[in-house]
């Protein structure tokens, strides 16, 4: 086949598996994918070399355990090193549940990322659904696909990093052709621009292209046209700021229930979730699913339901406008609604060291592994942080980077990482940890990070060691997005927002003061706090989500001891007004 078609290799030295996996793949994917049977385990490894000698692409590896093959986990362990970046897949036969112990153990060890039930019977839609997200799952991460949108830009500018990453999150299709390449070349020649300000997109979805210049988000939400500002006299029930975990949750909830809804988002949807490559924990996917499929079926799913969007656009303040709340929008526009959810999530905190900050976008990120990790290859790459995210971001770094060294401040990761993401990473082999270490200082090479200078957490600085890096991503601490509130929505020291019994509803300007205050309310009325901007919240996606489906409940008990006055008569309507219906009349 085409040297451009991604393989499907399967190994395993069960006669029976080998037949029945190879004849399912080959009649639902051999038009678009390549299919390889191996016989044994060896020729499996020695496919897997000749493949990354030829640079063709491995989508899925899969191998089986069973008494009929023994040595499948082992046989995947190894695969991670000719093709980490494709998808590995450990298939059992359903009955054979005395495996299930040491399959479990091994995925944890990162062996293996999924488990697939081998197919019994024709038409096994469960198989080919398992097989079809971890597809799924490999091209969204390796950025291939059709080019709705085309963007041109220099690889180091900061705000073609952003544009990318925003796009890619947001699950448009983009493309990205350096200036000086030839695709871009061909493009620009081909539109007239001859010194085009960059970073230049070309939607190319529309009837005929349509070509934005160094275009604002403002300019790029217009052009796209898939969400516009709602009429000046549309009144919401509830406005919802941040399309993240807790305030997607919110839309499906509030919207299924009849409320009108309106999620006003400045990036892309997920939040920081939406930047994790593979969520293990979250109840329900019992094969993971990554922040960008989970975030995007949630924003769909609100979709559906009538909930009205607006991407690309800040919420810039808040005040009230009588009975109702006035939301500023950074295009100029105000809307109006009868509450409002602050679902804005936090930022990861910036080191503040001057010489990184000026590498921003040209080896040094913020987030961003998912869009950024392709071009990490070969490199060694830096992870700053301990969390969940930080471990996350380290597993899928390293599919494609020749090295990644996490950086913890601390002396360990089991107060803030989940044991799984731990196993995992102590199994995989090019990762290596480093705990009481700190970054204190970066060296570039022709504008591009070059290597970074560390050293123990609380030291001198001039004590430090220098490590080559080619890429270092920085997922650290928790920077609540509140500055756009004001004053009189009480924070706590951090500025995380108080709600319910964490602050005091006796402050001045309280509509109610001596009613309890609702459990995530803030002390403005009305006002609600969710996820990972609320004090004392729990930073995990799961309790986000509870967040959104418990607050909707709520919006109910606000709205309904606080209707909106009717509107007063219009002129000469007065005299059309019905008469009151005595009490004992009774219709029949």
Sequence with gaps: MDDSVPILLIATSDPASRRILGDELRRRYGADYEVVAC??????????????????????????????????????????????????????????????????????????????????????????????????????????????????????????????????????PVGFHPVGSETADRTLESLGLRDPALPVLVLEFTASPVVLENPSDVEIAEAMGVTRPPPADKVFDVVVVGAGPSGLATAVYASSEGLSTMVVEGEAVGGQAGTSSLIRNYPGFSRGVSGAHLAYRSFHQAWTLGTDFLFLRRVEGLRADGALYAVSISDGNVVRCRTVVVATGVDYRRLGIPQLEDLVGRGVFYGATVSEAPSMAGKHVCVVGGGNSAGQAVLHLAKYAKKVTLLVRGATLSVSMSEYLISQLEATRNVGIRYNTSIVGARDQDGFLAAIRVAASGADATQGEEIEAGGLFVLIGSVPRTSWLPDTVERDPAGFLRTGARRDVREAGSARPDKPPLALETSMRGIFAIGDVRAGSIKRVATAVGDGATVVSMLHTYLAENPLPAPPPAPGDEAAAPEEVPRDVRFT
């Design 39 to 172: 016989a044994d385990h060896a020729h499996g490894r020695a496919v897997l070399e000749g493949l990354r000698r030829w640079n063709r692409q491995v989508a899925l590896i899969l191998g089986c355990y069973g008494p009929a093959d023994r040595g499948g986990l082992d046989f995947l362990r190894r695969a991670y090193g000719f093709h980490p970046a494709a998808k590995r897949a450990v298939v059992v036969t359903w009955g054979d549940f005395a495996s299930a112990p040491t399959v479990f153990r091994a995925i944890a060890q990162g062996y293996a990322e999924l488990l697939i039930i081998r197919p019994e019977r024709p038409r096994d839609e469960e198989f080919h659904g398992a097989i079809t997200d971890a597809l799924d799952d490999w091209h969204l991460a390796q950025g291939v696909g059709f080019e709705a949108v085309r963007l041109i830009g220099e690889v180091g500018d900061e705000r073609t990093h952003t544009l990318r990453d925003s796009l890619s999150r947001n699950h448009i």
